[in-house]
């Protein structure tokens, strides 16, 4: 069984940073991809960034040269640095590993105060 622990979410100002981290656990396979979408209240969930196993990225165009996405496959961690936030970016954070079928954590939420 998948399982994915998200972390690192929390309250920040305009123009503040913060760092999200999941971790996936259990039978994972090396050719996967990872990445992180959001949902904000009354809207539908939209990728923010993704990651192959080969480094590959794809970001959305809203977050481009503001966010990053990392990953270290050794540990099967996924990490999105966003700076430069924005009250457009606050919503419910959460990680994807693509893997045959896709398997999603709990969210965790991101607040941005104006």
């Known amino acids: 069984q998948v399982q994915l622990v998200e972390s690192g979410g929390g309250l920040v100002q305009t123009g503040g940073s913060l760092r999200l981290s999941c971790v996936a656990s259990?039978?994972?396979?090396?050719?996967?991809?990872m990445g992180w979408y959001r949902q904000a209240p009354g809207k539908q969930r939209d990728m923010v960034a993704t990651i192959t196993n080969g480094g590959s990225t794809n970001y959305a165009d809203s977050v481009k040269g503001r966010f990053t996405i990392s990953r270290d496959n050794a540990k099967n961690t996924v990490h999105l640095q966003m700076n430069g936030l924005k009250p457009e970016d606050a919503a419910v954070y959460y990680c994807n590993l693509m893997m045959l079928r896709d398997y999603w954590g709990q969210g965790t939420q991101v607040t941005v105060s104006s």
């Open positions: 259990g039978r994972i396979f090396s050719i996967n991809t």
